[in-house]
């Protein structure tokens, strides 16, 4: 389908919508691929989605550091984004880096005070911080 829209309509945005599609059907790898061809595009150059993609492929190709980046330029170019901000601080809470999760739920929350999401993040947080407490420095 997505194939049929960029040949009747082509444009960067419908290409990596067809990013998301392929990397559901055949794999991040793919989808990462495709994305990675629209890095230049300057219509996509200020786009927070072109990052967002690109980091929830890498994420599902647990490469987590290049993942947290790319969530990064996400926020760095919207920062009402909560989306970014929830899974940077889900990437951040797995890895290890509590105080860097905790900013990030926090911005999500900040963002949309309505994202439950950030505030089981905070929650999970908490619950490790009960069960193995951070020693104070």
């Known amino acids: 389908l997505y194939d049929q829209l960029v040949e009747r309509s082509p444009s960067p945005v419908v290409e990596l919508n067809r990013a998301v599609a392929v990397g ?6 793919a989808g ?4 990675d061809e629209l890095v230049g595009a300057p ?3 200020d ?7 690109r980091a929830d492929f890498l994420r599902r190709l647990e490469r987590a ?9 996400a926020l760095a170019m919207d920062a009402s984004f909560y989306h970014a901000a929830i899974a940077l601080g889900s990437l951040q809470l797995r890895e290890g880096h509590t105080a860097e999760a905790e900013a990030s739920f926090r911005q999500a929350v900040e963002a949309y005070p309505y994202a439950v999401e950030a505030y ?12 193995a ?3 104070p420095r």
């Open 24 to 29: 559901m059907l055949d794999g991040p790898a």
């Open 133 to 135: 407490p951070v020693p």
């Open 120 to 131: 089981l993040g905070l929650a999970r947080l908490r619950e490790l911080q009960r069960i």
């Open 65 to 73: 550091e290049a993942a947290a980046a790319e969530y990064r330029r």
């Open 47 to 53: 786009y927070h989605l072109l990052p967002a993609t």
């Open 43 to 45: 219509e996509l150059r």
């Open 32 to 35: 990462l691929a495709i994305v």
